[in-house]
């Protein structure tokens, strides 16, 4: 236990400190924000109507980029062929550095959606909406996107290639989130049905994500 | 004879030199007689002589989803057996696979043309089909991102096995998206009560079909050991004048 509380301290610390760039996914998700008004026209009522699923696509993209942090720091350093042959479980250990790296760059996006949702023109109770389904849903990203990143580590390769792995597979989280947050703002669907499946959905995650990620390294690495 | 028999590649080549032929033979038959008694039956009430597109396209979808479960299974031979033809069986499998969810999506949209009025309709069957496609191009292009086959054969069954579990997620999560989205207003054949005249071959051109992959994925299994033979062969040369 104490392993994996220092495993994700020590994530957490390198990746907010220079050099981390977990903070660059903030960056890069209110940029893609910014961006939307020019492709879709400045019409309030048409970006109230989208926000929900621009924020969506914001946060995931910006989830898929810091992804390949996740190992491939470790790997270049030599850490990570440590943490493979350390006693504590690879799949424990590969939950813990997921778990780590949500809190260092996840968090921050769903701490930014407030402030977006104002550029947006979203209300009070759908920015809340978003806010809580990123919360639900964003977990799920980064444990799946974790098995693309333990791929592409192990391949030594990464960039494109996992954004294409990983994309499709993002498709279930992407509906249930924006369809939540739109039941929450229009209807005519309850808040809860969607809201509740996208949590299953996170939890699946938590249970297959380590252990493809961990078969994928112990396969992998030589 | 077991699969642990076929572990040797030289065995495999023998023993589906010998078996090939007769493949290709029962597949062509097969096909020939799936294709006259698909000209042969009836036009629908509703869809008129379009209804025959559905003879291709109904055992292409099955196939798209059936070749992904061939290759979960050959990606539990590679990881948890080792055993040396799985990941030649993997690898062969995606391009194929991948060519009859082409095909699907293909005769699907050119079904869709008189049917709905239109080529691409975000019905949630058509749209999970894509994903899939998505998916195969995908595995393919993690096979050719790595030089050593071994190598990336390991990393292919890991992605096979978390698209077997992914896949039924996708699709229901399309189907709800769909139902939410758009009403249903696609005529379709009700399942169950289809006739015996659209049936019969039906499932003959299924099995037609499903050997038509047999053959081709045994002779593309062929070839890539071929293709290993050779690159090593060459390898070996270039050693020797290093040397």
């Given at each position: 236990?104490?392993?994996?509380?220092?495993?994700?301290?020590?994530?957490?610390?390198?990746?907010?400190?220079?050099?981390?760039g977990?903070?660059?996914?903030?960056?890069?998700?209110?940029?893609?924000?910014?961006?939307?008004?020019?492709?879709?026209?400045?019409?309030?009522?048409?970006?109230?109507?989208?926000?929900?699923?621009?924020?969506?696509?914001?946060?995931?993209?910006?989830?898929?980029?810091?992804?390949?942090?996740?190992?491939?720091?470790?790997?270049?350093?030599?850490?990570?062929?440590?943490?493979?042959?350390?006693?504590?479980?690879?799949?424990?250990?590969?939950?813990?550095?997921?778990?780590?790296?949500?809190?260092?760059?996840?968090?921050?996006?769903?701490?930014?959606?407030?402030?977006?949702?104002?550029?947006?023109?979203?209300?009070?109770?759908?920015?809340?909406?978003?806010?809580l389904?990123?919360l639900?849903?964003?977990?799920?990203?980064?444990?799946?996107?974790?098995?693309?990143?333990?791929?592409?580590?192990?391949?030594?390769?990464?960039?494109?290639?996992?954004?294409?792995?990983?994309?499709?597979?993002?498709?279930?989280?992407?509906?249930?989130?924006?369809?939540?947050?739109?039941?929450?703002?229009?209807g005519?669907?309850?808040?809860?049905?969607?809201?509740?499946?996208?949590?299953?959905?996170?939890?699946?995650?938590?249970?297959?994500?380590?252990?493809?990620?961990?078969?994928?390294?112990?396969?992998?690495?030589? | 004879m077991?699969?642990?028999?076929?572990?040797?590649?030289?065995?495999?080549?023998?023993?589906?030199?010998?078996?090939?032929?007769?493949?290709?033979?029962?597949?062509?038959?097969?096909?020939?007689?799936?294709?006259?008694?698909?000209?042969?039956?009836?036009?629908?009430?509703?869809?008129?002589?379009?209804?025959?597109?559905?003879?291709?396209?109904?055992?292409?979808?099955?196939?798209?989803?059936?070749?992904?479960?061939?290759?979960?299974?050959?990606?539990?031979?590679?990881?948890?057996?080792?055993?040396?033809?799985?990941?030649?069986?993997?690898?062969?499998?995606?391009?194929?696979?991948?060519?009859?969810t082409?095909?699907?999506?293909?005769?699907?949209?050119?079904?869709?043309?008189?049917?709905?009025?239109?080529?691409?309709?975000?019905?949630?069957?058509?749209?999970?089909?894509?994903?899939?496609?998505l998916?195969?191009?995908?595995?393919?292009?993690?096979?050719?991102?790595?030089?050593?086959?071994?190598?990336?054969?390991?990393?292919?069954?890991?992605?096979?096995?978390?698209?077997?579990?992914?896949?039924?997620?996708?699709?229901?999560?399309v189907?709800?998206?769909?139902?939410?989205?758009?009403?249903?207003?696609v005529?379709?054949?009700?399942?169950?009560?289809?006739?015996?005249?659209?049936?019969?071959?039906?499932?003959?051109?299924?099995?037609?079909?499903?050997?038509?992959?047999?053959?081709?994925?045994?002779?593309?299994?062929?070839?890539?050991?071929?293709?290993?033979?050779?690159?090593?062969?060459?390898?070996?040369?270039?050693n020797?004048?290093?040397?």
């Open positions: 236990m104490t392993a994996l509380s220092a495993l994700i301290r020590r994530d957490i610390r390198i990746a907010l400190r220079v050099g981390g977990a903070l660059i996914g903030v960056l890069f998700f209110l940029t893609v924000t910014v961006l939307m008004p020019f492709a879709v026209g400045p019409d309030l009522a048409l970006l109230t109507r989208l926000g929900p699923a621009i924020l969506w696509l914001g946060a995931l993209l910006a989830s898929l980029l810091t992804l390949d942090r996740l190992f491939m720091a470790d790997h270049e350093d030599g850490s990570l062929d440590l943490i493979v042959m350390s006693r504590t479980p690879l799949e424990l250990a590969c939950a813990a550095k997921a778990l780590a790296h949500w809190l260092a760059a996840g968090l921050p996006l769903i701490v930014a959606t407030p402030v977006l949702g104002l550029l947006l023109n979203l209300d009070g109770t759908a920015t809340l909406a978003v806010a389904t990123l639900a849903g964003t977990p799920a990203l980064t444990f799946t996107g974790m098995i693309g990143a333990a791929l592409a580590v192990t391949l030594h390769r990464g960039g494109l290639l996992l954004a294409v792995l990983v994309l499709p597979l993002s498709i279930p989280v992407l509906i249930f989130g924006v369809a939540a947050s739109q039941a929450a703002i229009t005519p669907l309850s808040f809860g049905t969607p809201f509740s499946i996208l949590c299953a959905l996170s939890l699946v995650s938590f249970v297959v994500g380590p252990f493809a990620a961990a078969a994928s390294l112990r396969h992998g690495l030589d | 077991s699969l642990i028999d076929l572990a040797n590649p030289t065995r495999f080549l023998a023993l589906t030199a010998r078996v090939l032929p007769w493949l290709a033979g029962a597949t062509a038959i097969l096909l020939l007689i799936g294709l006259y008694q698909s000209a042969m039956a009836p036009d629908d009430y509703q869809q008129g002589a379009t209804v025959k597109i559905m003879f291709i396209h109904v055992p292409n979808a099955w196939l798209s989803m059936f070749v992904w479960g061939i290759m979960s299974v050959a990606s539990l031979g590679t990881l948890v057996w080792r055993h040396p033809l799985a990941d030649v069986a993997a690898k062969t499998a995606a391009p194929i696979g991948a060519a009859f082409f095909l699907a999506l293909v005769t699907g949209s050119l079904w869709g043309r008189p049917m709905w009025g239109t080529y691409w309709e975000w019905d949630a069957r058509l749209t999970s089909v894509l994903i899939l496609f998916m195969y191009l995908g595995l393919i292009a993690l096979w050719r991102a790595v030089e050593d086959p071994s190598r990336a054969a390991r990393a292919a069954a890991v992605l096979t096995l978390v698209g077997a579990i992914n896949i039924p997620i996708i699709k229901f999560s189907d709800w998206w769909n139902t939410l989205h758009q009403p249903a207003s005529i379709r054949m009700g399942g169950p009560t289809l006739d015996n005249a659209f049936l019969i071959p039906l499932l003959v051109m299924a099995i037609a079909f499903s050997l038509l992959f047999i053959t081709l994925h045994l002779a593309a299994m062929r070839n890539e050991i071929l293709r290993r033979r050779v690159r090593s062969l060459q390898m070996m040369q270039a020797q004048k290093a040397a």
